[in-house]
């Protein structure tokens, strides 16, 4: 894997991804439907922005799945999808599989996001949580072992710890298991898990002693059913809100989010319409579903990469 171009902005890495300067894929062909899958973070803002392209392109048929953001890639590798939806960045491994191909991936940064981490209403006894705390509840070591909120913090009650997450293709999983377990992927397995938000957040909602973590914006959404945790990286506990997660005062827990879109697929004029609108509008939405809005210069250099990536890999007539 190589990167043959890298952009800089804010902070904000826009990366073009590229096994080979020559695609030898077929020539698209422009079409009505465009296929969109993977992070169930994403996928809120997606569907927002889907929803408003569909009322000025009424004949459009966008579809958009949540199978995780690893699941969006593999269908992306399979050629599968159009674009991809995903609370992180993408593999080398992940990546690999197109270098093959000769297939080149743009990467889109869309929006910020604080990564939740919820309990039930009825909870009366977390007021906020410590990385540490979290770290003894979720690290492969505490499987079989911290099975009560009492062995989490000794004021807690001695109740059983009922635990509930993203399953191991979300990049939600990815992320949090990095920045509170200190390696992706290494977590506890005695738990709930699911690729769809929505069912850890009605797992929550229906156990007293449940505790989960998925994007802000189900926290947002189900503001009445869930109780919000702070949490205290050290610096005392902050709760994640638009501000604390763009300032990055919640910390470790904030992000961005993106969408991914190949070679081949960006020879499709409609996919390429799509993107653009969706840059054009992100902002206006954002706040709307819950996530962070980036600044306009970012969203700016999006379109300008964009553009670029599909006169480069436009297809021939």
């Known amino acids: 894997m190589r990167i043959t171009n890298l952009f800089c902005f804010i902070g904000i890495s826009m990366l073009l991804l590229a096994c080979s300067n020559n695609s030898k894929s ?12 993977g992070s169930s973070t994403v996928y809120p803002i997606t569907e927002a922005i889907a929803e408003k392209y569909r009322a000025v392109n009424p004949k459009m048929n966008i579809t958009i799945g949540i199978s995780g953001t690893g699941g969006g890639f593999k269908k992306l590798d ?36 604080g990564l939740a981490v ?12 410590t990385v540490a705390e979290l770290k003894t509840i ?23 710890l009922s635990l509930m ?15 509170i377990v200190g390696k992706s992927g290494s977590s506890r397995g005695d738990y709930m898990p699911s690729e769809d938000d929505n069912v850890l957040v009605q797992g929550v909602k229906g ?29 005392g506990p902050v709760i994640p809100t638009a501000e604390t997660v763009k300032n990055g005062t919640y910390k470790p827990l904030s992000r961005l989010l993106y969408v991914y879109v190949t070679s081949d ?9 799509f993107l653009n609108f969706y840059l054009d509008t992100v902002k206006g939405i954002i706040a709307d579903v819950g996530y962070v809005a980036l600044n306009d210069d970012a969203y700016a250099a999006g379109k300008d ?13």
């Open 26 to 37: 077929s020539e698209a062909k422009a079409n009505m439907n465009i296929k969109i899958d």
């Open 78 to 113: 399979r050629n599968e999808l159009d674009i991809a939806d995903a609370s992180r960045k993408i593999k080398p491994e992940e990546l690999d599989p197109l270098t093959k191909k000769q297939i080149e991936v743009l990467e889109i940064p869309i929006a910020y996001d």
């Open 118 to 129: 919820v309990v039930n209403t009825q909870n009366n006894w977390v007021d906020h949580l």
């Open 138 to 160: 979720w690290e492969p070591a505490a499987q079989g072992k911290i099975m009560s909120w009492k062995q989490v913090r000794s004021t807690f009650p001695d109740n059983k």
């Open 165 to 179: 997450g993203p399953g191991t293709a979300s990049g939600t999983f990815d992320y949090f298991t990095e920045a």
């Open 207 to 235: 156990e007293k002693n449940g505790l989960a973590f998925f994007g802000l914006a189900y926290v947002h959404e189900n503001a009445k059913d869930l109780k919000l945790v702070p949490i205290d990286n050290g610096s």
């Open 265 to 273: 697929a960006i020879k499709n004029p409609e996919v390429l319409a």
């Open 305 to 317: 990469f964009l553009k670029k990536f599909a006169e480069k890999h436009a297809a021939k007539k």
